[in-house]
Structure formats: C-alpha cells, structure tokens
C-alpha cells in the first residue's frame, strides 16, 4: 500500500478515509462508513473530537470492535478540540478519545487549529464549548495566543506512548515557525484544505522543507456544515470541465482525478463518502496509473482562471481568519 515517510522512518498511507460530517446519524452513520472503508481496504482513519463532541470517534469504536483485525495494521488520527487547548486538560481530552475509539494509542493526534475555545468546565457538559447566545463560540484568547504551551502539553503524550506522532492543522507557516523555533518534538504533520482551487504551494513546500508531512482535507472540495462553510455557492472542483475532461480521457473518475492529482504532489489525501461505490472508488486510486505530466499542469493551472477558494473557515463565527490574517492577528501575542 502507498504510504509516505513521516520524521522517524515510519510512514502514513496515503489515502486515509475521512468521517468529518456525517451525512447520517453521527455515530451509526460513521460505523457503517467506516466498516465499508475497511473492507475496502483503508487502513490511515482520520477523524476529531470536535465532529459531534466524539460521536464520530465512537462511530469509529464501533467499527473497529466489530472490525476485529489488529490494531498494528491500523493508522488512527484523532485531534484536540479548541475547547481542550489549556495544557492543563490535553491528557484528559486525549482520554476522552482513547476511550470513544477503543484504543490504548493514536497514531497522530493533531492540534485541530491554533484557536482556543473557553470550555463549559463543570456537570455533564464540562468538555463542550461555553457558546454565546447566538450560539458562537466564546474565543480563549490567552490560551490561544500561547498554542506553544498547548503544544508542549502534546508533547507529553508521545513521551507517555499515548500518540505515536503530534502534528498540527490549519496551521500557516508563521504559526508553524512559531512551534518549530520551541518544540522538542517538531510536527510530524500538518493537515490542511487543499485541492485544485486552493494549492497551497508555498506552505507546502515549507513544510516539506521541514519534515512536516501534509495532509489535505477536503481534497474534493466541497461544501462543510455552515459554521465552517465559505464560497458555498462556488461549484467544486469535482464539477470543473477541464477535470472532466481529464477524467475521461483517462477512463477514471473526476474524484480519482483530484485524489491522484493530490497524492502526485506529496501529499497524502483524506477524502470522505458514505456510499459503497465512492468509498471503494476512492481506494481504487492507489491502483491507477500516474496521471501525465501535462493532465497535472492542466489542474495546476484551473486555479488561474478559477481564483483562489477555501470551501472551509470559521471566520463567520471567529471573527477573525486564521489563513489570511490582518495586520494584527489575534491569535498570536500582543
């Protein structure tokens, strides 16, 4: 199976199955997914807290016991929730998702983005988000401006053999210099949205540079539950005629399209589907042929025309954005 090497000489495979928004019942709908994905063949399972407060994670605990195969064989991603930054409560919020996954370790635990949330902090709902009246999130600021601390909480995992590898996602390169100038253990990996709209070359490429591996999130595009959701109405890539084109030219899917293009650039790609026939057609990428040269020239250019678009950002309910920030980003230090 196609893997690539993280910072140690062990590797992630390259195509890993996504459980971000369900389309059904957040736990059932995930366990039925993800027994698919499995039978399929995938063996890299992303996931997060934060998709339903867990219930993804335990969808994925589900699956896994009914599953039955050895943990070893396995690739499990899990990530920190904005609520969870305070270094005091990283080991517990760990727990939490050990516990809904079933498993004693995470092969990567990831920094879901570089902004903190105030959490409840006691009764039933002690691990959920303090929310305003309109319902947004109450943003930590001092917490958030000190990801470095949150940061070298994670680190502690790995010491403890509860992560095998810590990474970041929606990190920027200043952000990712910022770990990088105070961290013991650099990121392994940084997940991030990137597909024909939105490149992302210079980040990758520093990260490249630096041993931090990059995973792309919504590598099909895509349309993202509406708190995180931007350029909605933008069709996504799966829809642009030049990678339909390409896609029949080549006798394959306009998904295995992006998913090849993606995974041809270095990146590994997690792309989610709920149905049989796209969860076993995402896979079957591993298996086509490399696209040519000038098919990936062609998607590298669609941006040109198309403009740039990121499909997923929270600045709607931030108020601030984390990818393009102003002069003053309140996400770093005064």
Not at 10 to 23: E, H, L, M, N, S
Not at 36 to 55: F, P, S, V
Not at 57 to 84: C, D
Request: aromatic share 8%; charged share 20%; glycine share 8%.
């Amino acid at each position: 199976m196609m893997s690539f090497p993280l910072v140690d000489g062990r590797t992630i495979p390259a195509v890993g199955f996504g459980t971000f928004q369900p389309d059904h019942n957040p736990a059932a709908g995930v366990t039925e997914a993800v027994l698919k994905a499995l039978e399929a063949g995938y063996r890299h399972i992303d996931t997060a807290w934060m998709y339903g407060n867990g219930e993804a994670e335990r969808g994925i605990g589900a699956a896994l016991r009914q599953w039955g195969g050895k943990r070893e064989e396995l690739f499990i991603v899990t990530k920190l929730a904005n609520a969870h930054h305070k270094p005091e409560d990283v080991a517990a919020a760990l727990d939490l998702s050990l516990k809904n996954l079933g498993v004693e370790y995470v092969d990567l635990y990831l920094m879901h983005t570089p902004v903190a949330y105030h959490r409840v902090g006691k009764g039933d709902d002690e691990w959920l988000t303090v929310r305003s009246p309109d319902g947004k999130p109450e943003i930590d600021f001092p917490t958030m401006r000190r990801y470095d601390l949150t940061w070298r909480a994670m680190e502690n995992l790995v010491t403890a053999g509860r992560a095998k590898y810590i990474g970041v996602s929606n990190f920027s390169i200043k952000k990712l210099q910022k770990l990088l100038n105070t961290a013991n253990i650099p990121p392994a990996v940084n997940q991030i949205e990137s597909h024909p709209y939105l490149l992302e070359d210079e980040l990758i490429e520093f990260c490249n540079d630096n041993g931090i591996h990059v995973t792309a999130f919504s590598p099909l595009g895509g349309k993202p539950v509406a708190a995180v959701a931007v350029n909605a109405n933008v069709p996504g890539p799966l829809q642009h005629e030049k990678i339909k084109i390409i896609a029949e030219k080549n006798g394959i899917s306009p998904a295995q399209v992006l998913l090849k293009w993606g995974l041809q650039r270095g990146t590994s790609v997690i792309p989610k589907a709920y149905t049989s026939s796209h969860i076993i057609d995402n896979f079957a990428v591993l298996d086509l042929p490399a696209l040519s040269d000038e098919d990936m020239s062609v998607i590298n250019e669609i941006r040109k025309g198309q403009g740039e678009v990121r499909f997923i950002n929270g600045v709607s309910h931030w108020g601030f954005d984390i990818y393009n920030p102003g002069p003053e980003d309140p996400t770093e230090e005064p």
